[in-house]
């Protein structure tokens, strides 16, 4: 079963315009929830994160939106840029454990 | 610090070969994950260590996949027989007290 869903799978945007990447789980007990990007021939790297006591969190131009009610998150690319063409994995655990389960991932094209 | 190093990078096997992936996770990190990336199945995880302990090992694997934990900074992953089906690249990952994984760069494995 899969307990962390992403959509879409694919994304293009324009240079400038705003990216959003949707995400939803299952498990009510899930608290974290990082955001790792990828890209092509290396590991995923932790992006941002947010605990599920706080509804929003920005660094720079990225920023999750969290709805706890309806188990939802997105995370905004705002004035998005070609360097940031790359998949996203929304991720998600629970009670401080190190143990985390990965959506599918959103491959973002971003044209200049 | 040096992050997690992944040797090879690139594995060519024949059907039916033994292969072993190595690891060497962030130093002081005390969980170590392995996980395999196929485009079609994402990111799936085939073991997880804490503190040299066996966790959790990815249940669909367990019959021709083994991953050990020989000290606190070197884990391998054997595939013994290798299968067609098991070209995918095999990312390890660390952990120490703040949730975020460190992800290698991957060992990019396929099987002939």
Redesign the interface.
Known sequence: QQQVRQSPQSLTVWEGETAILNCSYENSAFD?F?W?QQFP??????LI?ILSVSNKKEDGRFTIFFNKREKKLSLHIADSQPGDSATY?CAA?AG?N???F????TQLVVKP | DAG?TQTPRHEVAEKGQTIILKCEPVSGHN?LFWYRQTKIQ??E?LS?F?SKSL??DGGAFKDRFKAEMLNSSFSTLKIQPTEPKDSAVY?C?S?GDK????????TRLTVL
Not at chain 1, 102 to 105: E, L, S, V
Not at chain 2, 99 to 105: D, I, N, R, S, V
């Open positions: 974290y990082p790792y021939g290396e590991g995923p790297a932790l994160s994995f655990s401080g190190n143990r985390i990965f959506g599918d991932g | 997690v969980d994402g990111l995880l997880y804490r966790m959790e990312l990952a952990t949730y975020e994984q460190y992800f290698g760069p991957g």
